[in-house]
């Protein structure tokens, strides 16, 4: 379904539906989205995301009550055929605001305004259990869970990535990883729900309240580290570093050093991705973006 045009999908899923004055967002990873004209966002998943359109269908039906208003409404689940195959396709009502992509450059008033605000936001999604999660079907890891995905995930670059990449990367990822799984300190938080793709894509910002006034795409949501979701923070580093100085979820300096460490491996994800999917584009931004986090420490004051 990746080469298909995405218009012409939706067109056939929805005949009877008027798409002039719609917008389609062809930059999701596992989905295309079309933003109709009457306020409705409607999501098809690409080839084997089908199951993630529906994780993320049963985690914003559970997490709707906890956090109100920065979930979408009218959450459903709607089964359609394209092509004789039967899929699901996710649709809600779009929350009124634009993407903090969208809003850049950030004034430094908008960048206070949105690290104050999830120093309120983090601990509400992970200090809660909604009920009906558990049936969500989403990964559920503690710690001894977390430290075997890390080395699980250590043993698939060494298939997969570091044969594309020079001696440099390569051994300095394998220092990192294993210098992170094992360091017992590593693995003694309380497994909390988490977002897992907080970036600035998945933001909402109102314009008028100058407030969040949503977070989307929840496809990658689990239950893990919640310092995974302070590090997603850091596509701004301004406003990532703040939070983290000013948040009081996460105490001592072991939540820092893990921070940084799911920092410098965000690059590694678009390459992994990249080349199981064919994406030189971020098979090559990965890298190069990899190399620039090699570096990367918080300041501690």
């Known amino acids: 379904m990746e080469r298909e045009n995405p218009l ?11 798409l002039s004055g719609s917008s389609l967002d062809n930059h999701g990873w596992d989905s295309r989205v079309l933003f109709l ?25 559970s997490v709707k009550p906890l956090l109100g208003s920065l979930v979408p409404d009218r959450i459903a689940l709607v089964m359609k055929k394209f092509r004789g195959k039967p899929f699901e396709v996710l649709s809600y009502r779009a929350i009124k605001g634009i993407t903090i992509e969208d809003a850049v ?81 590593n693995f003694e938080f309380r497994p909390a729900l988490i977002h897992g793709d907080i970036d600035p894509r998945n933001l909402i910002w ?29 596509f701004n580093e301004r406003i990532g570093l703040q939070l983290i100085r000013n948040q009081r979820e996460l105490a001592g300096i072991d939540p820092i050093r893990r921070i940084e460490f799911y920092h410098r491996m965000v690059p590694v ?21 990899l190399e620039n986090r090699t570096g990367f420490k918080i300041p501690i004051r």
């Open 37 to 61: 004209k009457n306020g409705s966002v409607v999501k098809i998943p690409l080839a084997d995301s089908c199951k993630k359109l529906e994780k993320e269908y049963c985690v914003l039906k």
């Open 105 to 185: 450059p950030l004034s430094r008033d908008m960048e206070t305004s949105v690290w104050t605000q999830m120093t309120r936001i983090l601990p509400a999604i992970h200090h809660h259990m909604p009920p009906g999660l558990n049936k969500c079907g989403i990964s559920s890891l503690n710690g001894p869970g977390w430290r075997d995905f890390y080395a699980g995930f250590l043993q698939d670059l060494r298939k997969t990535v570091f044969p594309i990449l020079n001696d440099h990367l390569s051994s300095y990822l394998e220092s990192q990883i294993i210098t992170f799984v094992d360091d017992d300190s």
């Open 269 to 289: 994800y678009w390459i992994t991705y990249g080349v199981r999917n064919r994406r030189e584009d971020l098979v090559r931004d990965g890298i190069r973006e």
């Open 8 to 18: 012409k999908i939706f067109e056939s899923l929805f005949p009877e539906t008027d």
């Open 206 to 234: 109102d314009t008028h309240s100058l407030r969040i006034s949503g977070i989307i795409d929840w496809g990658d949501c689990m239950i893990g580290d919640p310092a995974f979701d302070y590090a997603s923070m850091l």
